[in-house]
């Protein structure tokens, strides 16, 4: 496994690492020991980094979470939680102080940690921008101050809206972004904005290398917003693989990890063979006959992907 420094904050991150989501029940039901299993699995393969929020299975991946970190030594993960997004289903949104507050005093507890490495404002696209400027990101620094967390993200789908946070907060306060869906073998635009972000100074943290389900054998969960045309594309491109012996998950994880100036890529399970797979496949050598024949199959749907956000802050969209 290969670590790379999340910008300038001194983490120094697996180049995959494991995103929680999947604990909370949101692709599957799971049960609690396929969940410690998988986050033990994730953490003796080399993952050191670990993104959850409240909002996923409604706070039960934080819950799960909380208990497969029961008795693993602190300075062995870094971790990554949220404020601000509690319910895309409810609309439930609220970037304020008090609730800033709140929010992360809970996350603690259900977490089972004193402080949080990385404290990351949560899909911004649905925030007021002017809110997350004045009101939060200062809240988050009050909170940097009494060392409840280190360091400062944020986090959204829409690539246009982070240029809209970081031109006008002040110097170094957002250390790190969370992509999600532009950084994988069917969308790459995350990459024209990434010398922006090296500018910057801020780290990059790239989600979902299998676009939610898109790039797997399963296919997509019923709440996936990809369109029919996407997910046929995605379907041939995983049909070719299988074809060649191949699950289209591990091409999409190497071809996500292979770029240096992403600090990491958060991969979701909630089984701890794939989690084991995964990690596996980051050091074997990539299939480059495979992955130019994967990519010319997904060419009619190349960065044509799905937006969402306030109308201000959304992508538009590419054909
Ligand atoms: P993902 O692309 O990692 O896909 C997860 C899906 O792929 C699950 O259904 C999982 O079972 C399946 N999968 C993973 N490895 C597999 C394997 N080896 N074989 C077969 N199937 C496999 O998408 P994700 O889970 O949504 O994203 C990863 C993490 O990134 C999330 O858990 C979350 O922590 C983070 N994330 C954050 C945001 C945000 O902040 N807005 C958005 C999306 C994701």
Known sequence: MEYRFLGLTGMKVSCLSF????????????TLDDCIATVHAALD???????????????????????????????????????????????DYDYSKASTERSIEHSMKRLGVDYVDLLQCHDVEFADHDQIVNETLPT?????????????????L???????????????????????????????SLADLLPYLKG??????????????????????????????????????????????VDIVKLAVQFSCANPDIATTLVGSANPQNIRENIACVDA???????????EILKPIHNYNFTRGLPAHRDPLLA
């Not at 995103?19 to 799971?30: D, I, Y």
């Not at 208990?67 to 997004?85: H, M, N, P, Q």
């Not at 290398?209 to 997509?220: E, F, I, Q, S, V």
Request: hydrophobic share 40%; proline share 4%; net charge positive.
């Open 140 to 156: 988050l620094l009050e909170l940097k101050k009494q060392g409840v967390i280190r360091h400062i993200g944020i986090t959204g």
């Open 45 to 91: 393969g080399g993952m050191n980094f670990i993104d959850v929020s409240p909002a996923y299975g409604g706070t039960l991946a934080e819950l799960r979470l909380g208990r497969a970190l029961e008795g693993v030594r602190r300075d062995r993960y870094f971790l990554a939680t949220k404020i601000g997004s509690y319910s895309e289903a409810r609309k």
């Open 285 to 295: 050598p990539i299939d480059r006959q495979l992955l130019a024949d994967v990519l």
């Open 158 to 188: 829409p690539l246009k809206m982070f240029r809209s946070i970081l031109d006008r907060a002040g110097a170094d306060v957002v250390e790190t972004i969370l992509s999600f869906c532009h950084y994988e073998l069917n969308d790459t």
């Open 19 to 30: 995103g929680a989501s999947s604990l909370g029940s949101v692709f599957r039901e799971v």
């Open 200 to 245: 910057k100074n801020v780290g990059v943290i790239n989600a979902s290398p299998t676009g939610m389900g898109l790039l797997t054998n399963r296919g997509t969960p019923v709440w996936h917003p990809a369109s029919n045309s996407i997910k046929e594309g995605c379907l041939k491109a995983a049909q070719h693989c299988r074809a060649k012996g």
